[in-house]
């Protein structure tokens, strides 16, 4: 039942854009495969083989960790609604963190909020549909603002101290480059 094209097409972004939750799956060559939930206002679709998400600052760093090893990553997004399917594009991506060559450039879509950790920017080399029969329906009544009001108190040198923490290695140990560039 499932279909695979070579890049995004007009009904696949609509349906991106109309989804509340996106999730993100990354692996290095070795250790644990990785499977992030994302929401907020965090993605956009840059062209039919393009898509940049906004990583907020949140408990681990495996993605950006796992990019430095190995460039390959998954988005998927699940209909929870009447029309069910399931959206899975496949590809390669690099993290820009802030302080990088292109941060200003990249951030800009979303104005560079607090606590954005990194940009992930992916180039898309294949997209598949499939139905979605099993997932079950669920509202979302509304967005959560935890991580803002989380955020704010940190302030900029919280946020800092907590990437020193908790963000500069994967689970496994790996470094995941959020350190490099501090400005």
Request: proline fraction near 7%; charge should be negative; charged fraction near 20%.
């Amino acid at each position: 039942m499932a279909t695979q094209y070579p890049r995004l097409e007009e009904a696949h972004v609509a349906f991106i854009e109309a989804q509340h939750i996106y999730f993100t799956g990354s692996a290095a060559p070795d250790g644990r495969v990785n499977v992030s939930p994302k929401g907020m206002d965090s993605l956009r679709v840059l062209g039919p083989d393009r898509i940049a998400w906004l990583n907020y600052t949140g408990s681990g760093n495996e993605t950006a960790g796992h990019l430095l090893q190995s460039p390959r990553v998954t988005l998927m997004w699940c209909s929870f609604t009447l029309k069910p399917l399931i959206l899975r594009a496949y590809g390669t991506a690099r993290a820009i963190h802030r302080g990088d060559a292109g941060w200003t450039e990249a951030v800009a879509p979303w104005g560079d909020p607090a606590g954005a950790r990194q940009v992930f920017d992916m180039a898309v080399e294949m997209v598949q549909t499939s139905c979605g029969y099993a997932v079950p329906f669920f509202d979302n009544p509304r967005e959560r603002d935890t991580l803002a009001r989380w955020t704010a108190d940190k302030g900029p040198d919280g946020i800092r101290a907590y990437w020193d923490e908790k963000n500069t290695r994967t689970i496994d140990g790996a470094p995941t480059g959020i350190e490099a560039n501090w400005t």
